[in-house]
């Protein structure tokens, strides 16, 4: 593969960050960089004792579950100005131990109030239950429009994502709708001076697991879309 390839088989249209440690031209196999193949202005430097884990043949990024995590930093690629955005990553967690939520993929201040002042993020509670945040919409357990928050399985590798469409968030688990949540009065993410964070949230513990492809594109893709990027790649993962 070579820069600007994609991840085989996924949608390319929208796609902005393409980040996957079994692409040769995101991740060479070796040091702590991993590149995003859409803009390779963008990396992810290895924070702590972060690893690139090759088990049973799949290659992911490795998180402590303590201080890990991969930092993007902040760029244009990554701040998603319009009212759209899609979030898919393939994940497994292990047993967490850490106290209230902890971030999986997070471009959002140091700051809690992530929910009015942060951009966009998808964390992960103790009882391994996700959560979907976007400026002015939090999709929780118990907070849904409808539905059910995914809950990841542990040891199990799982793909999760989240659409926005300007006003809904769509959560997924393997390509299957679980749960919405509609606000009509939340406004597109407007901060851009966030670094793009992946195993972690400002101010709280990294995540404990591993995580393979993370993919974000501007726009809301579509039920099929989601099920497309999720057969592309299941048979490495299932």
Not at 37 to 47: A, E, H, L, W
Not at 74 to 88: E, P, Q
Not at 154 to 165: G, H, Q
Not at 172 to 192: D, F, G, L, Q
Request: charged share 15%; hydrophobic share 35%.
């Amino acid at each position: 593969m070579k820069f600007g390839s994609i991840t085989t088989g996924i949608i390319a249209d929208g796609l902005v960050f393409n980040m996957d440690a079994a692409n040769r031209a995101s991740y060479v196999g070796t040091g702590n960089l991993s590149y995003n193949t859409i803009d390779t202005g963008v990396s992810g430097s290895f924070q702590d004792d972060t690893q690139f884990n090759e088990t049973d043949d799949i290659k992911s990024f490795q998180f402590d579950g303590i201080d890990d995590y991969m930092d993007c930093g902040d760029n244009s690629s990554t701040n998603i100005a319009a009212s759209n955005l899609t979030i898919s990553f393939w994940v497994k967690s292990a047993t967490n131990s850490q106290t209230n939520y902890t971030g999986l993929i997070s471009k959002t201040p140091n700051t809690a109030a992530i929910v009015s002042a942060g951009q966009y993020e998808i964390e992960i509670s103790t009882s391994q239950n996700t959560r979907y945040i976007v400026t002015g919409c939090d999709l929780k357990a118990g907070s849904e429009t409808s539905g059910t928050v995914p809950t990841l399985t542990l040891n199990t590798w799982e793909n999760i994502a989240m659409t926005w469409d300007g006003d809904t968030i769509i959560a997924y688990k393997n390509a299957t709708v679980t749960a919405t949540k509609t606000s009509p009065s939340a406004t597109a993410p407007t901060s851009k001076t966030d670094a793009l964070r992946i195993g972690n949230r400002p101010g709280y513990a990294s995540f404990n697991g591993n995580i393979g492809p993370i993919h974000i594109y501007n726009r809301a893709l579509s039920a099929n879309e989601v099920l497309h990027n999720y057969n592309s790649l299941k048979n490495r993962f299932v």
